[in-house]
């Protein structure tokens, strides 16, 4: 019998990890938020602006099974040290010209190439630095920090822009990059002098075979377009949706912002409430076909409300439903699959999920060319969940077996 050991220094560990991985989110959703204001600093039309948030679903779907890999024999510090360089010297290689749209495309693409190598990394630093009975807990605080990323970057970026400048905005974020560098190879350890956990052997079947076998589940099917759609469709609200409340409803960047960060922090509540009902209840399929029907109502809600307040409400109620199907899905897929096949099947749902986000955002952008309005691509996102309510009922329930 082996020695087990648990050390404070794993919360040390997890903390930087976190503040890492929001600094991938911040990164991606920053431009997002000022969109407008882009177009006009930079005299390019809304269709270039969309690339520097589009470019981070586009190298997720290329390098993440990669960088997977890379994780799994490497270890985590090896991942999220690669992903850190890359996020840090490129957010700090766009004060090389602010005003340039191919200094700041590229930047944004390095980040991008980051961004994998650290999000896939949660599960490893959990079952390298914590006990299996916490390993929940680190996972989940670990992406809880994905949206904290998200809301200050949504939130923060506009106020900062506005208050105190565009260049400023960079020097600030730029900053918090090379500190990430600084704490990352300062204070992180590839692993404690003593293992937490037993260490198991390695049993999973990783590759093609995986993926063949877990393809050849009708529900894990059925969940991989839910989650397709779901993910693709949150990945085009976000990247439009300052643009959508400015011509829509006339509501300013600032305010725009705001409500953008509170859909993200209401997402983060659902996340936490959600599945502990979920759990205590033991079911998940009610939820899969509150986030679709719900998620599709304020979609529609979101092109007839009037005025700041109501779309407040109405994006605390979306962000509350829609986001927090993210983890109803990826414990219905461990479910489904078996623990044997839980990492694949979840890499194979977020592969399916950014790749619908290639797609969504500029066929958005497209259908907004088209009509001259936002009105028609928000019915196409609606209509997708519409589909994704469909899929949910056909599902059939995992918790109960």
């Known amino acids: 019998m082996g020695e087990y050991k648990t050390y404070k220094y794993r919360w ?12 991938t989110q911040l990164y991606w959703l920053n431009f997002a938020a000022i969109d407008t204001f882009i177009e006009q600093r930079l005299s390019i039309p809304a269709s270039s602006v969309m690339w520097f948030t589009l470019v981070f679903p586009l190298v997720q779907v290329l390098l993440t099974m990669p960088a997977g890999l890379i994780i799994d024999r490497k270890g985590f510090k090896y991942g999220v040290g690669i992903g850190i360089l890359f996020t840090g010297i490129f957010a700090m290689l766009r004060l090389v010209s602010p005003d340039s749209f191919t200094v700041l495309l590229i930047s944004q693409i390095g980040i ?29 605080l670990g992406s809880m920090a994905l949206f904290i990323g998200m809301m200050i970057g949504l939130g923060a970026t506009p106020a900062l822009v ?36 037993e260490i198991e052997a390695h049993e999973e079947i990783t590759g093609w075979q995986g993926i063949k076998h ?56 659902g996340c936490i409430i959600i599945p502990m009902v979920s759990d205590k209840i ?3 399929k009610p939820f899969l076909l509150l986030a679709s029907s719900i998620g599709a109502a304020s979609i529609i809600a979101l092109m007839l409300a009037k005025g700041y307040s109501l779309n407040m409400l109405n994006g605390i109620i979306l962000g509350f439903f829609l986001i927090s199907a993210l983890p109803i899905m990826l414990t219905m897929s461990a479910e489904i699959t078996g623990a ?16 619908a986000a290639v797609a969504i955002v500029p066929i958005m952008e497209f259908m907004r060319g088209a009509t001259g309005q936002f009105v028609l691509p928000l019915a196409f996102i609606a209509g997708l969940l519409g589909i994704s309510f469909i899929l949910a009922i056909v599902i059939r329930e995992p918790a109960k077996s």
């Not at 991008?112 to 009975?133: C, D, E, H, R």
């Not at 979840?346 to 950014?354: A, E, R, S």
């Open 12 to 23: 040390v560990i997890l903390a930087i990890y976190m503040y890492i991985a929001a600094l």
């Open 112 to 140: 991008a190439i980051g961004q994998p190598f650290v999000l896939n990394s949660v599960t490893k630093l959990a079952v390298t630095w914590f006990p299996q009975k916490e390993e929940a807990t680190a996972v989940g």
């Open 162 to 197: 506005q208050s105190l400048s565009y260049e400023t905005m960079f020097i600030i974020y730029g900053t918090m990059g090379i500190l990430g560098i600084l704490l990352f190879f300062t204070l992180v350890k590839s692993k404690p002098e003593t293992s937490p956990r």
């Open 214 to 269: 877990i393809l050849k589940m009708r529900d894990f099917v059925i969940l991989g377009f839910i989650a397709l759609i779901g993910i693709g469709v949150f990945n085009g609200l976000a990247t439009w949706l300052e643009k959508i409340l400015n011509e829509l409803h006339q509501i300013p960047m600032t305010d725009a912002g705001t409500i953008s960060a509170i859909l993200i922090l209401s997402g983060m509540i």
């Open 282 to 284: 033991m079911r998940r």
């Open 340 to 355: 044997r096949f839980a990492g694949i099947s979840v890499g194979y749902l977020q592969l399916l999920g950014n790749a």
